[in-house]
């Protein structure tokens, strides 16, 4: 019942759900030599694409406060992160990315698209969705660019600012042996954090210096399927 182990399960279910929604038809396609998907099929694996990845982000984030909590205030831990609170920040973290993937999907069903397609991609990425499209997007580019922004960078500096008053308090702390176990309950979320952002910013770094869609695929492949595989890695070998 401790807070962490409540958050690790949602995020043991999320990744679970985000793999599952790229890596079966992936594999589907492999067996079968087939590269098909309906209209239908690629706007519903694009919408749960960017649920569960909006999703992982927030939990992340919810993790860094809570071992903020633990180290910067140890003494009230359990009354600041009870279980209404945790209760709360996962449900305004599926809140919040689903209706984030909603209006993604949204704004892509009212563009327009040639008959026949060729995705440049293992699964239905939003920015390749955008960039073939027929019709005006800049719409649509508006409200991507704005949604990484707010809700990948928001995200990511609150894990930053968390972690700078983590260190801070570590590094006020008198004697070697309580640094390095305060440091240690913190290993396990950041090294996640890292495989999850390190992968996110190389795929699209490698896609804006290479131009290559090749590339970018097999960037995509480190934070769709070797990330989640590595999280329960992670932290099992921790518990």
């Known amino acids: ?12 279910l999320v990744d679970i759900c985000f793999t599952s929604t790229t890596v079966p038809k992936m594999l589907w396609n492999i067996q079968t030599q087939s590269r098909v998907i309906t209209y239908e099929g690629c706007i519903t694996q694009m919408h749960f694409f960017l649920l569960f990845a909006g999703l992982d982000n927030f939990l ?28 709360l920040l996962v449900l305004v973290s599926w809140i919040t990315s689903a209706l984030h993937s909603l209006l993604e999907s949204i ?5 327009s698209f040639c ?10 990425e939003l920015n390749q969705m955008v960039q073939l499209a027929c019709s005006d997007t800049f719409l649509n580019n508006m409200v991507m ?7 990948g960078g928001g995200p990511f500096v609150c894990i930053l600012y968390s972690y700078s008053k983590i260190v801070s308090s570590i590094c006020r702390m008198p004697s070697a042996q309580r640094k390095y176990k305060a440091f240690s309950t913190c290993v396990s979320h950041l090294s996640v954090v890292s495989f ?3 992968t996110g910013v190389g795929v699209y770094l490698s896609s804006a210096v290479t131009q290559s869609s ?22 099992g070998i921790k518990t």
Not at 115 to 124: A, K, M, N, S, V
């Open 1 to 12: 019942h401790e807070p962490m182990f409540n958050l690790l399960s949602n995020l043991s």
């Open 107 to 111: 704004m892509v069903l009212r563009l």
């Open 214 to 235: 090749d590339s970018s695929a097999t960037a995509s492949v480190m934070y769709t399927v070797v990330t989640p595989m590595l999280n329960p890695v992670v932290y």
């Open 196 to 198: 999850f952002y390190g």
């Open 60 to 87: 992340l984030t919810v993790m860094a406060y809570d071992r903020f909590v633990a180290i910067c205030h140890p003494l009230h831990y359990m009354v600041i992160m009870n279980p209404r609170l945790c209760g």
């Open 145 to 151: 660019y704005f949604g990484a922004v707010l809700l």
């Open 115 to 124: 008959p026949d397609l060729e995705i440049p991609h293992f699964f239905c």
